[in-house]
């Protein structure tokens, strides 16, 4: 039961895939929460920001809005950089004015992606698209504007139950006949967003409690996997025959911005906080795998091409 002079935490992007998984979990936490979605804020917009963040006052903003078409990015770089760059500016500085704690939602795209092994959270930054550009605009803005009280958690290769993703994907071509062509040479961490809404939670409280240094956190899965590796995983986990998924090389599929062949990420820095790096991704997988199925065959049901005239 919360009371009306408890801390509030203001979500933004609640549209989202990441954030409508954090607003409930931080209900049953106990914790009072305002989400608000494109139509309510619009981050790029300083009186905007300045108003909401005035009207509800929150002690710790979790900024999960974003521009994230990365393709579409390269051709509307100056819109890509409002939403990514301009807007957790804003917020920062609106933060920093109400003394609350910013929480800022990045991506592993900041890293050029040619490492060989896990990329620490202090590993110098070398995007090379506008997507990667923008969004380390917006963490040096958070971090240059809050050195005290701004946190910036990276993630990468998001699935969960809202919103489009490539373990969704893959569910749906598993129904299907035929040969599915997987890329097999980029690495990374499949993160459901439940984890990291999860650890959302755990390290706001940790920041308002003055136990979690500020700064950069890594919020991915522990251990790494291709595209293939987690395409078989979905096969495999359905049922399907796993020996349709065929392992190809990334100029199969050519994209206009470059995707990091390299995207894991270190997690030393948790220890800083006090806590322990996420689990395994096929541990999360098979965690959020009833859900995710639910939400995908809720999705085909609701389809007009499988819905009965």
Not at 147 to 154: F, L, Q
Not at 271 to 295: I, T
Request: glycine content about 10%.
């Amino acid at each position: 039961m919360t009371t009306p002079d408890e801390p509030v935490w203001l979500v933004t992007g609640a549209d989202g895939m990441l954030a409508r998984d954090l607003l409930p979990r931080l209900e049953r936490a106990g914790i009072r929460a305002v989400g608000v979605g494109r139509s309510g804020l619009d981050i790029t917009d300083p009186d905007a920001v300045r108003s909401v963040l005035e009207a509800h006052r929150p002690a710790l903003v979790v900024n999960c809005a974003a521009w994230t078409a990365v393709d579409e990015a390269e051709e509307k770089e100056a819109e890509a950089h409002a939403v990514n760059g301009t807007g957790p500016r804003l917020l920062a500085e609106e933060c920093g004015a109400l003394r609350a704690v910013l929480l800022q939602v990045s991506t592993d795209y900041v890293f050029d992606g040619t490492a060989t092994r896990p990329y620490p959270e202090d590993a110098p930054p070398a995007p090379r698209t506008v997507y990667g550009r923008s969004k380390l605009a917006g963490e040096r803005a958070v971090l240059e504007a809050l050195p005290h009280t701004g946190y910036v958690v990276r993630t990468a290769w998001l699935f969960g139950e809202h919103g489009n993703s490539f373990v969704r994907t893959m569910i749906r071509l598993a129904g299907g006949t035929g040969p599915v062509e997987v890329v097999d040479d980029q690495r990374g961490q499949p993160t459901w967003t439940g984890d990291l809404a999860d650890r959302l939670v755990l390290l706001g409280r940790a920041a308002l409690a003055g136990t979690a240094p500020s700064g950069i956190y890594h919020g991915t899965s522990s251990g790494d996997a291709t595209w293939f590796e987690l395409a078989a995983e979905v096969f495999t986990l359905l049922g399907a025959d796993a020996s349709r998924v065929r392992p190809v090389s990334s100029d199969r599929f050519v994209r206009p911005a470059a995707r990091p062949a390299y995207s894991v990420l270190g997690h030393d820095r948790w220890q800083e906080a006090g806590m322990e790096r996420m689990s395994h991704w096929r541990e999360a997988v098979a965690r959020a795998w009833p859900g995710v199925c639910r939400a995908e065959a809720a999705a085909i049901r609701s389809s007009p091409r499988t819905r009965r005239p």
